[in-house]
């Protein structure tokens, strides 16, 4: 069993950086890929970065591209979403989602992973 917790989320103005952070309990995240998605209120769940159990693959959303950027520290058993240039658009509540099973890809579909977090809030303000 995998237990993923987010955090780093809160209240940011616009233009501002915001850092959120997703561990790992009862497993290592090591050769895991990872991916961080986000839900809005009143709409599907999106996907928003992943990145690949080695760390050389990761993908990006078109709406995160040039802002946020991935990336993992196996030391830490913890990876990153760094979230630069916030925009109100970006408020949603975001995930992490762990894939044990592939090394070499990064997936951009939630039905790719296994286990999921909780959740973090992020509000982005004017």
């Known amino acids: 069993q995998v237990q993923l917790v987010e955090s780093g989320g809160g209240w940011a103005r616009a233009g501002r950086s915001l850092r959120l952070s997703c561990s790992a309990w009862?497993?290592?995240?090591?050769?895991?890929?990872v991916g961080w998605f986000r839900r809005a209120t009143g709409k599907e769940r999106e996907f928003v970065a992943a990145?690949?159990?080695?760390?050389?693959?990761?993908s990006y959303a078109d709406s995160a591209k040039g802002r946020f950027t991935i990336s993992r520290d196996n030391a830490k058993n913890t990876v990153y979403l760094q979230m630069n240039n916030l925009r109100r658009e970006d408020t949603a509540v975001y995930y992490c989602?762990?894939?044990?099973?592939?090394?070499?890809?990064?997936?951009?579909?939630?039905?790719?992973?296994?286990?999921w977090g909780q959740g973090t809030q992020v509000t982005v303000s004017s």
């Open positions: 989602a762990a894939n044990p099973r592939s090394y070499t890809r990064s997936y951009i579909y939630g039905t790719d992973y296994d286990y």
């Open positions: 009862g497993r290592t995240l090591r050769s895991t890929a």
């Open positions: 990145i690949s159990g080695s760390g050389v693959n990761k």
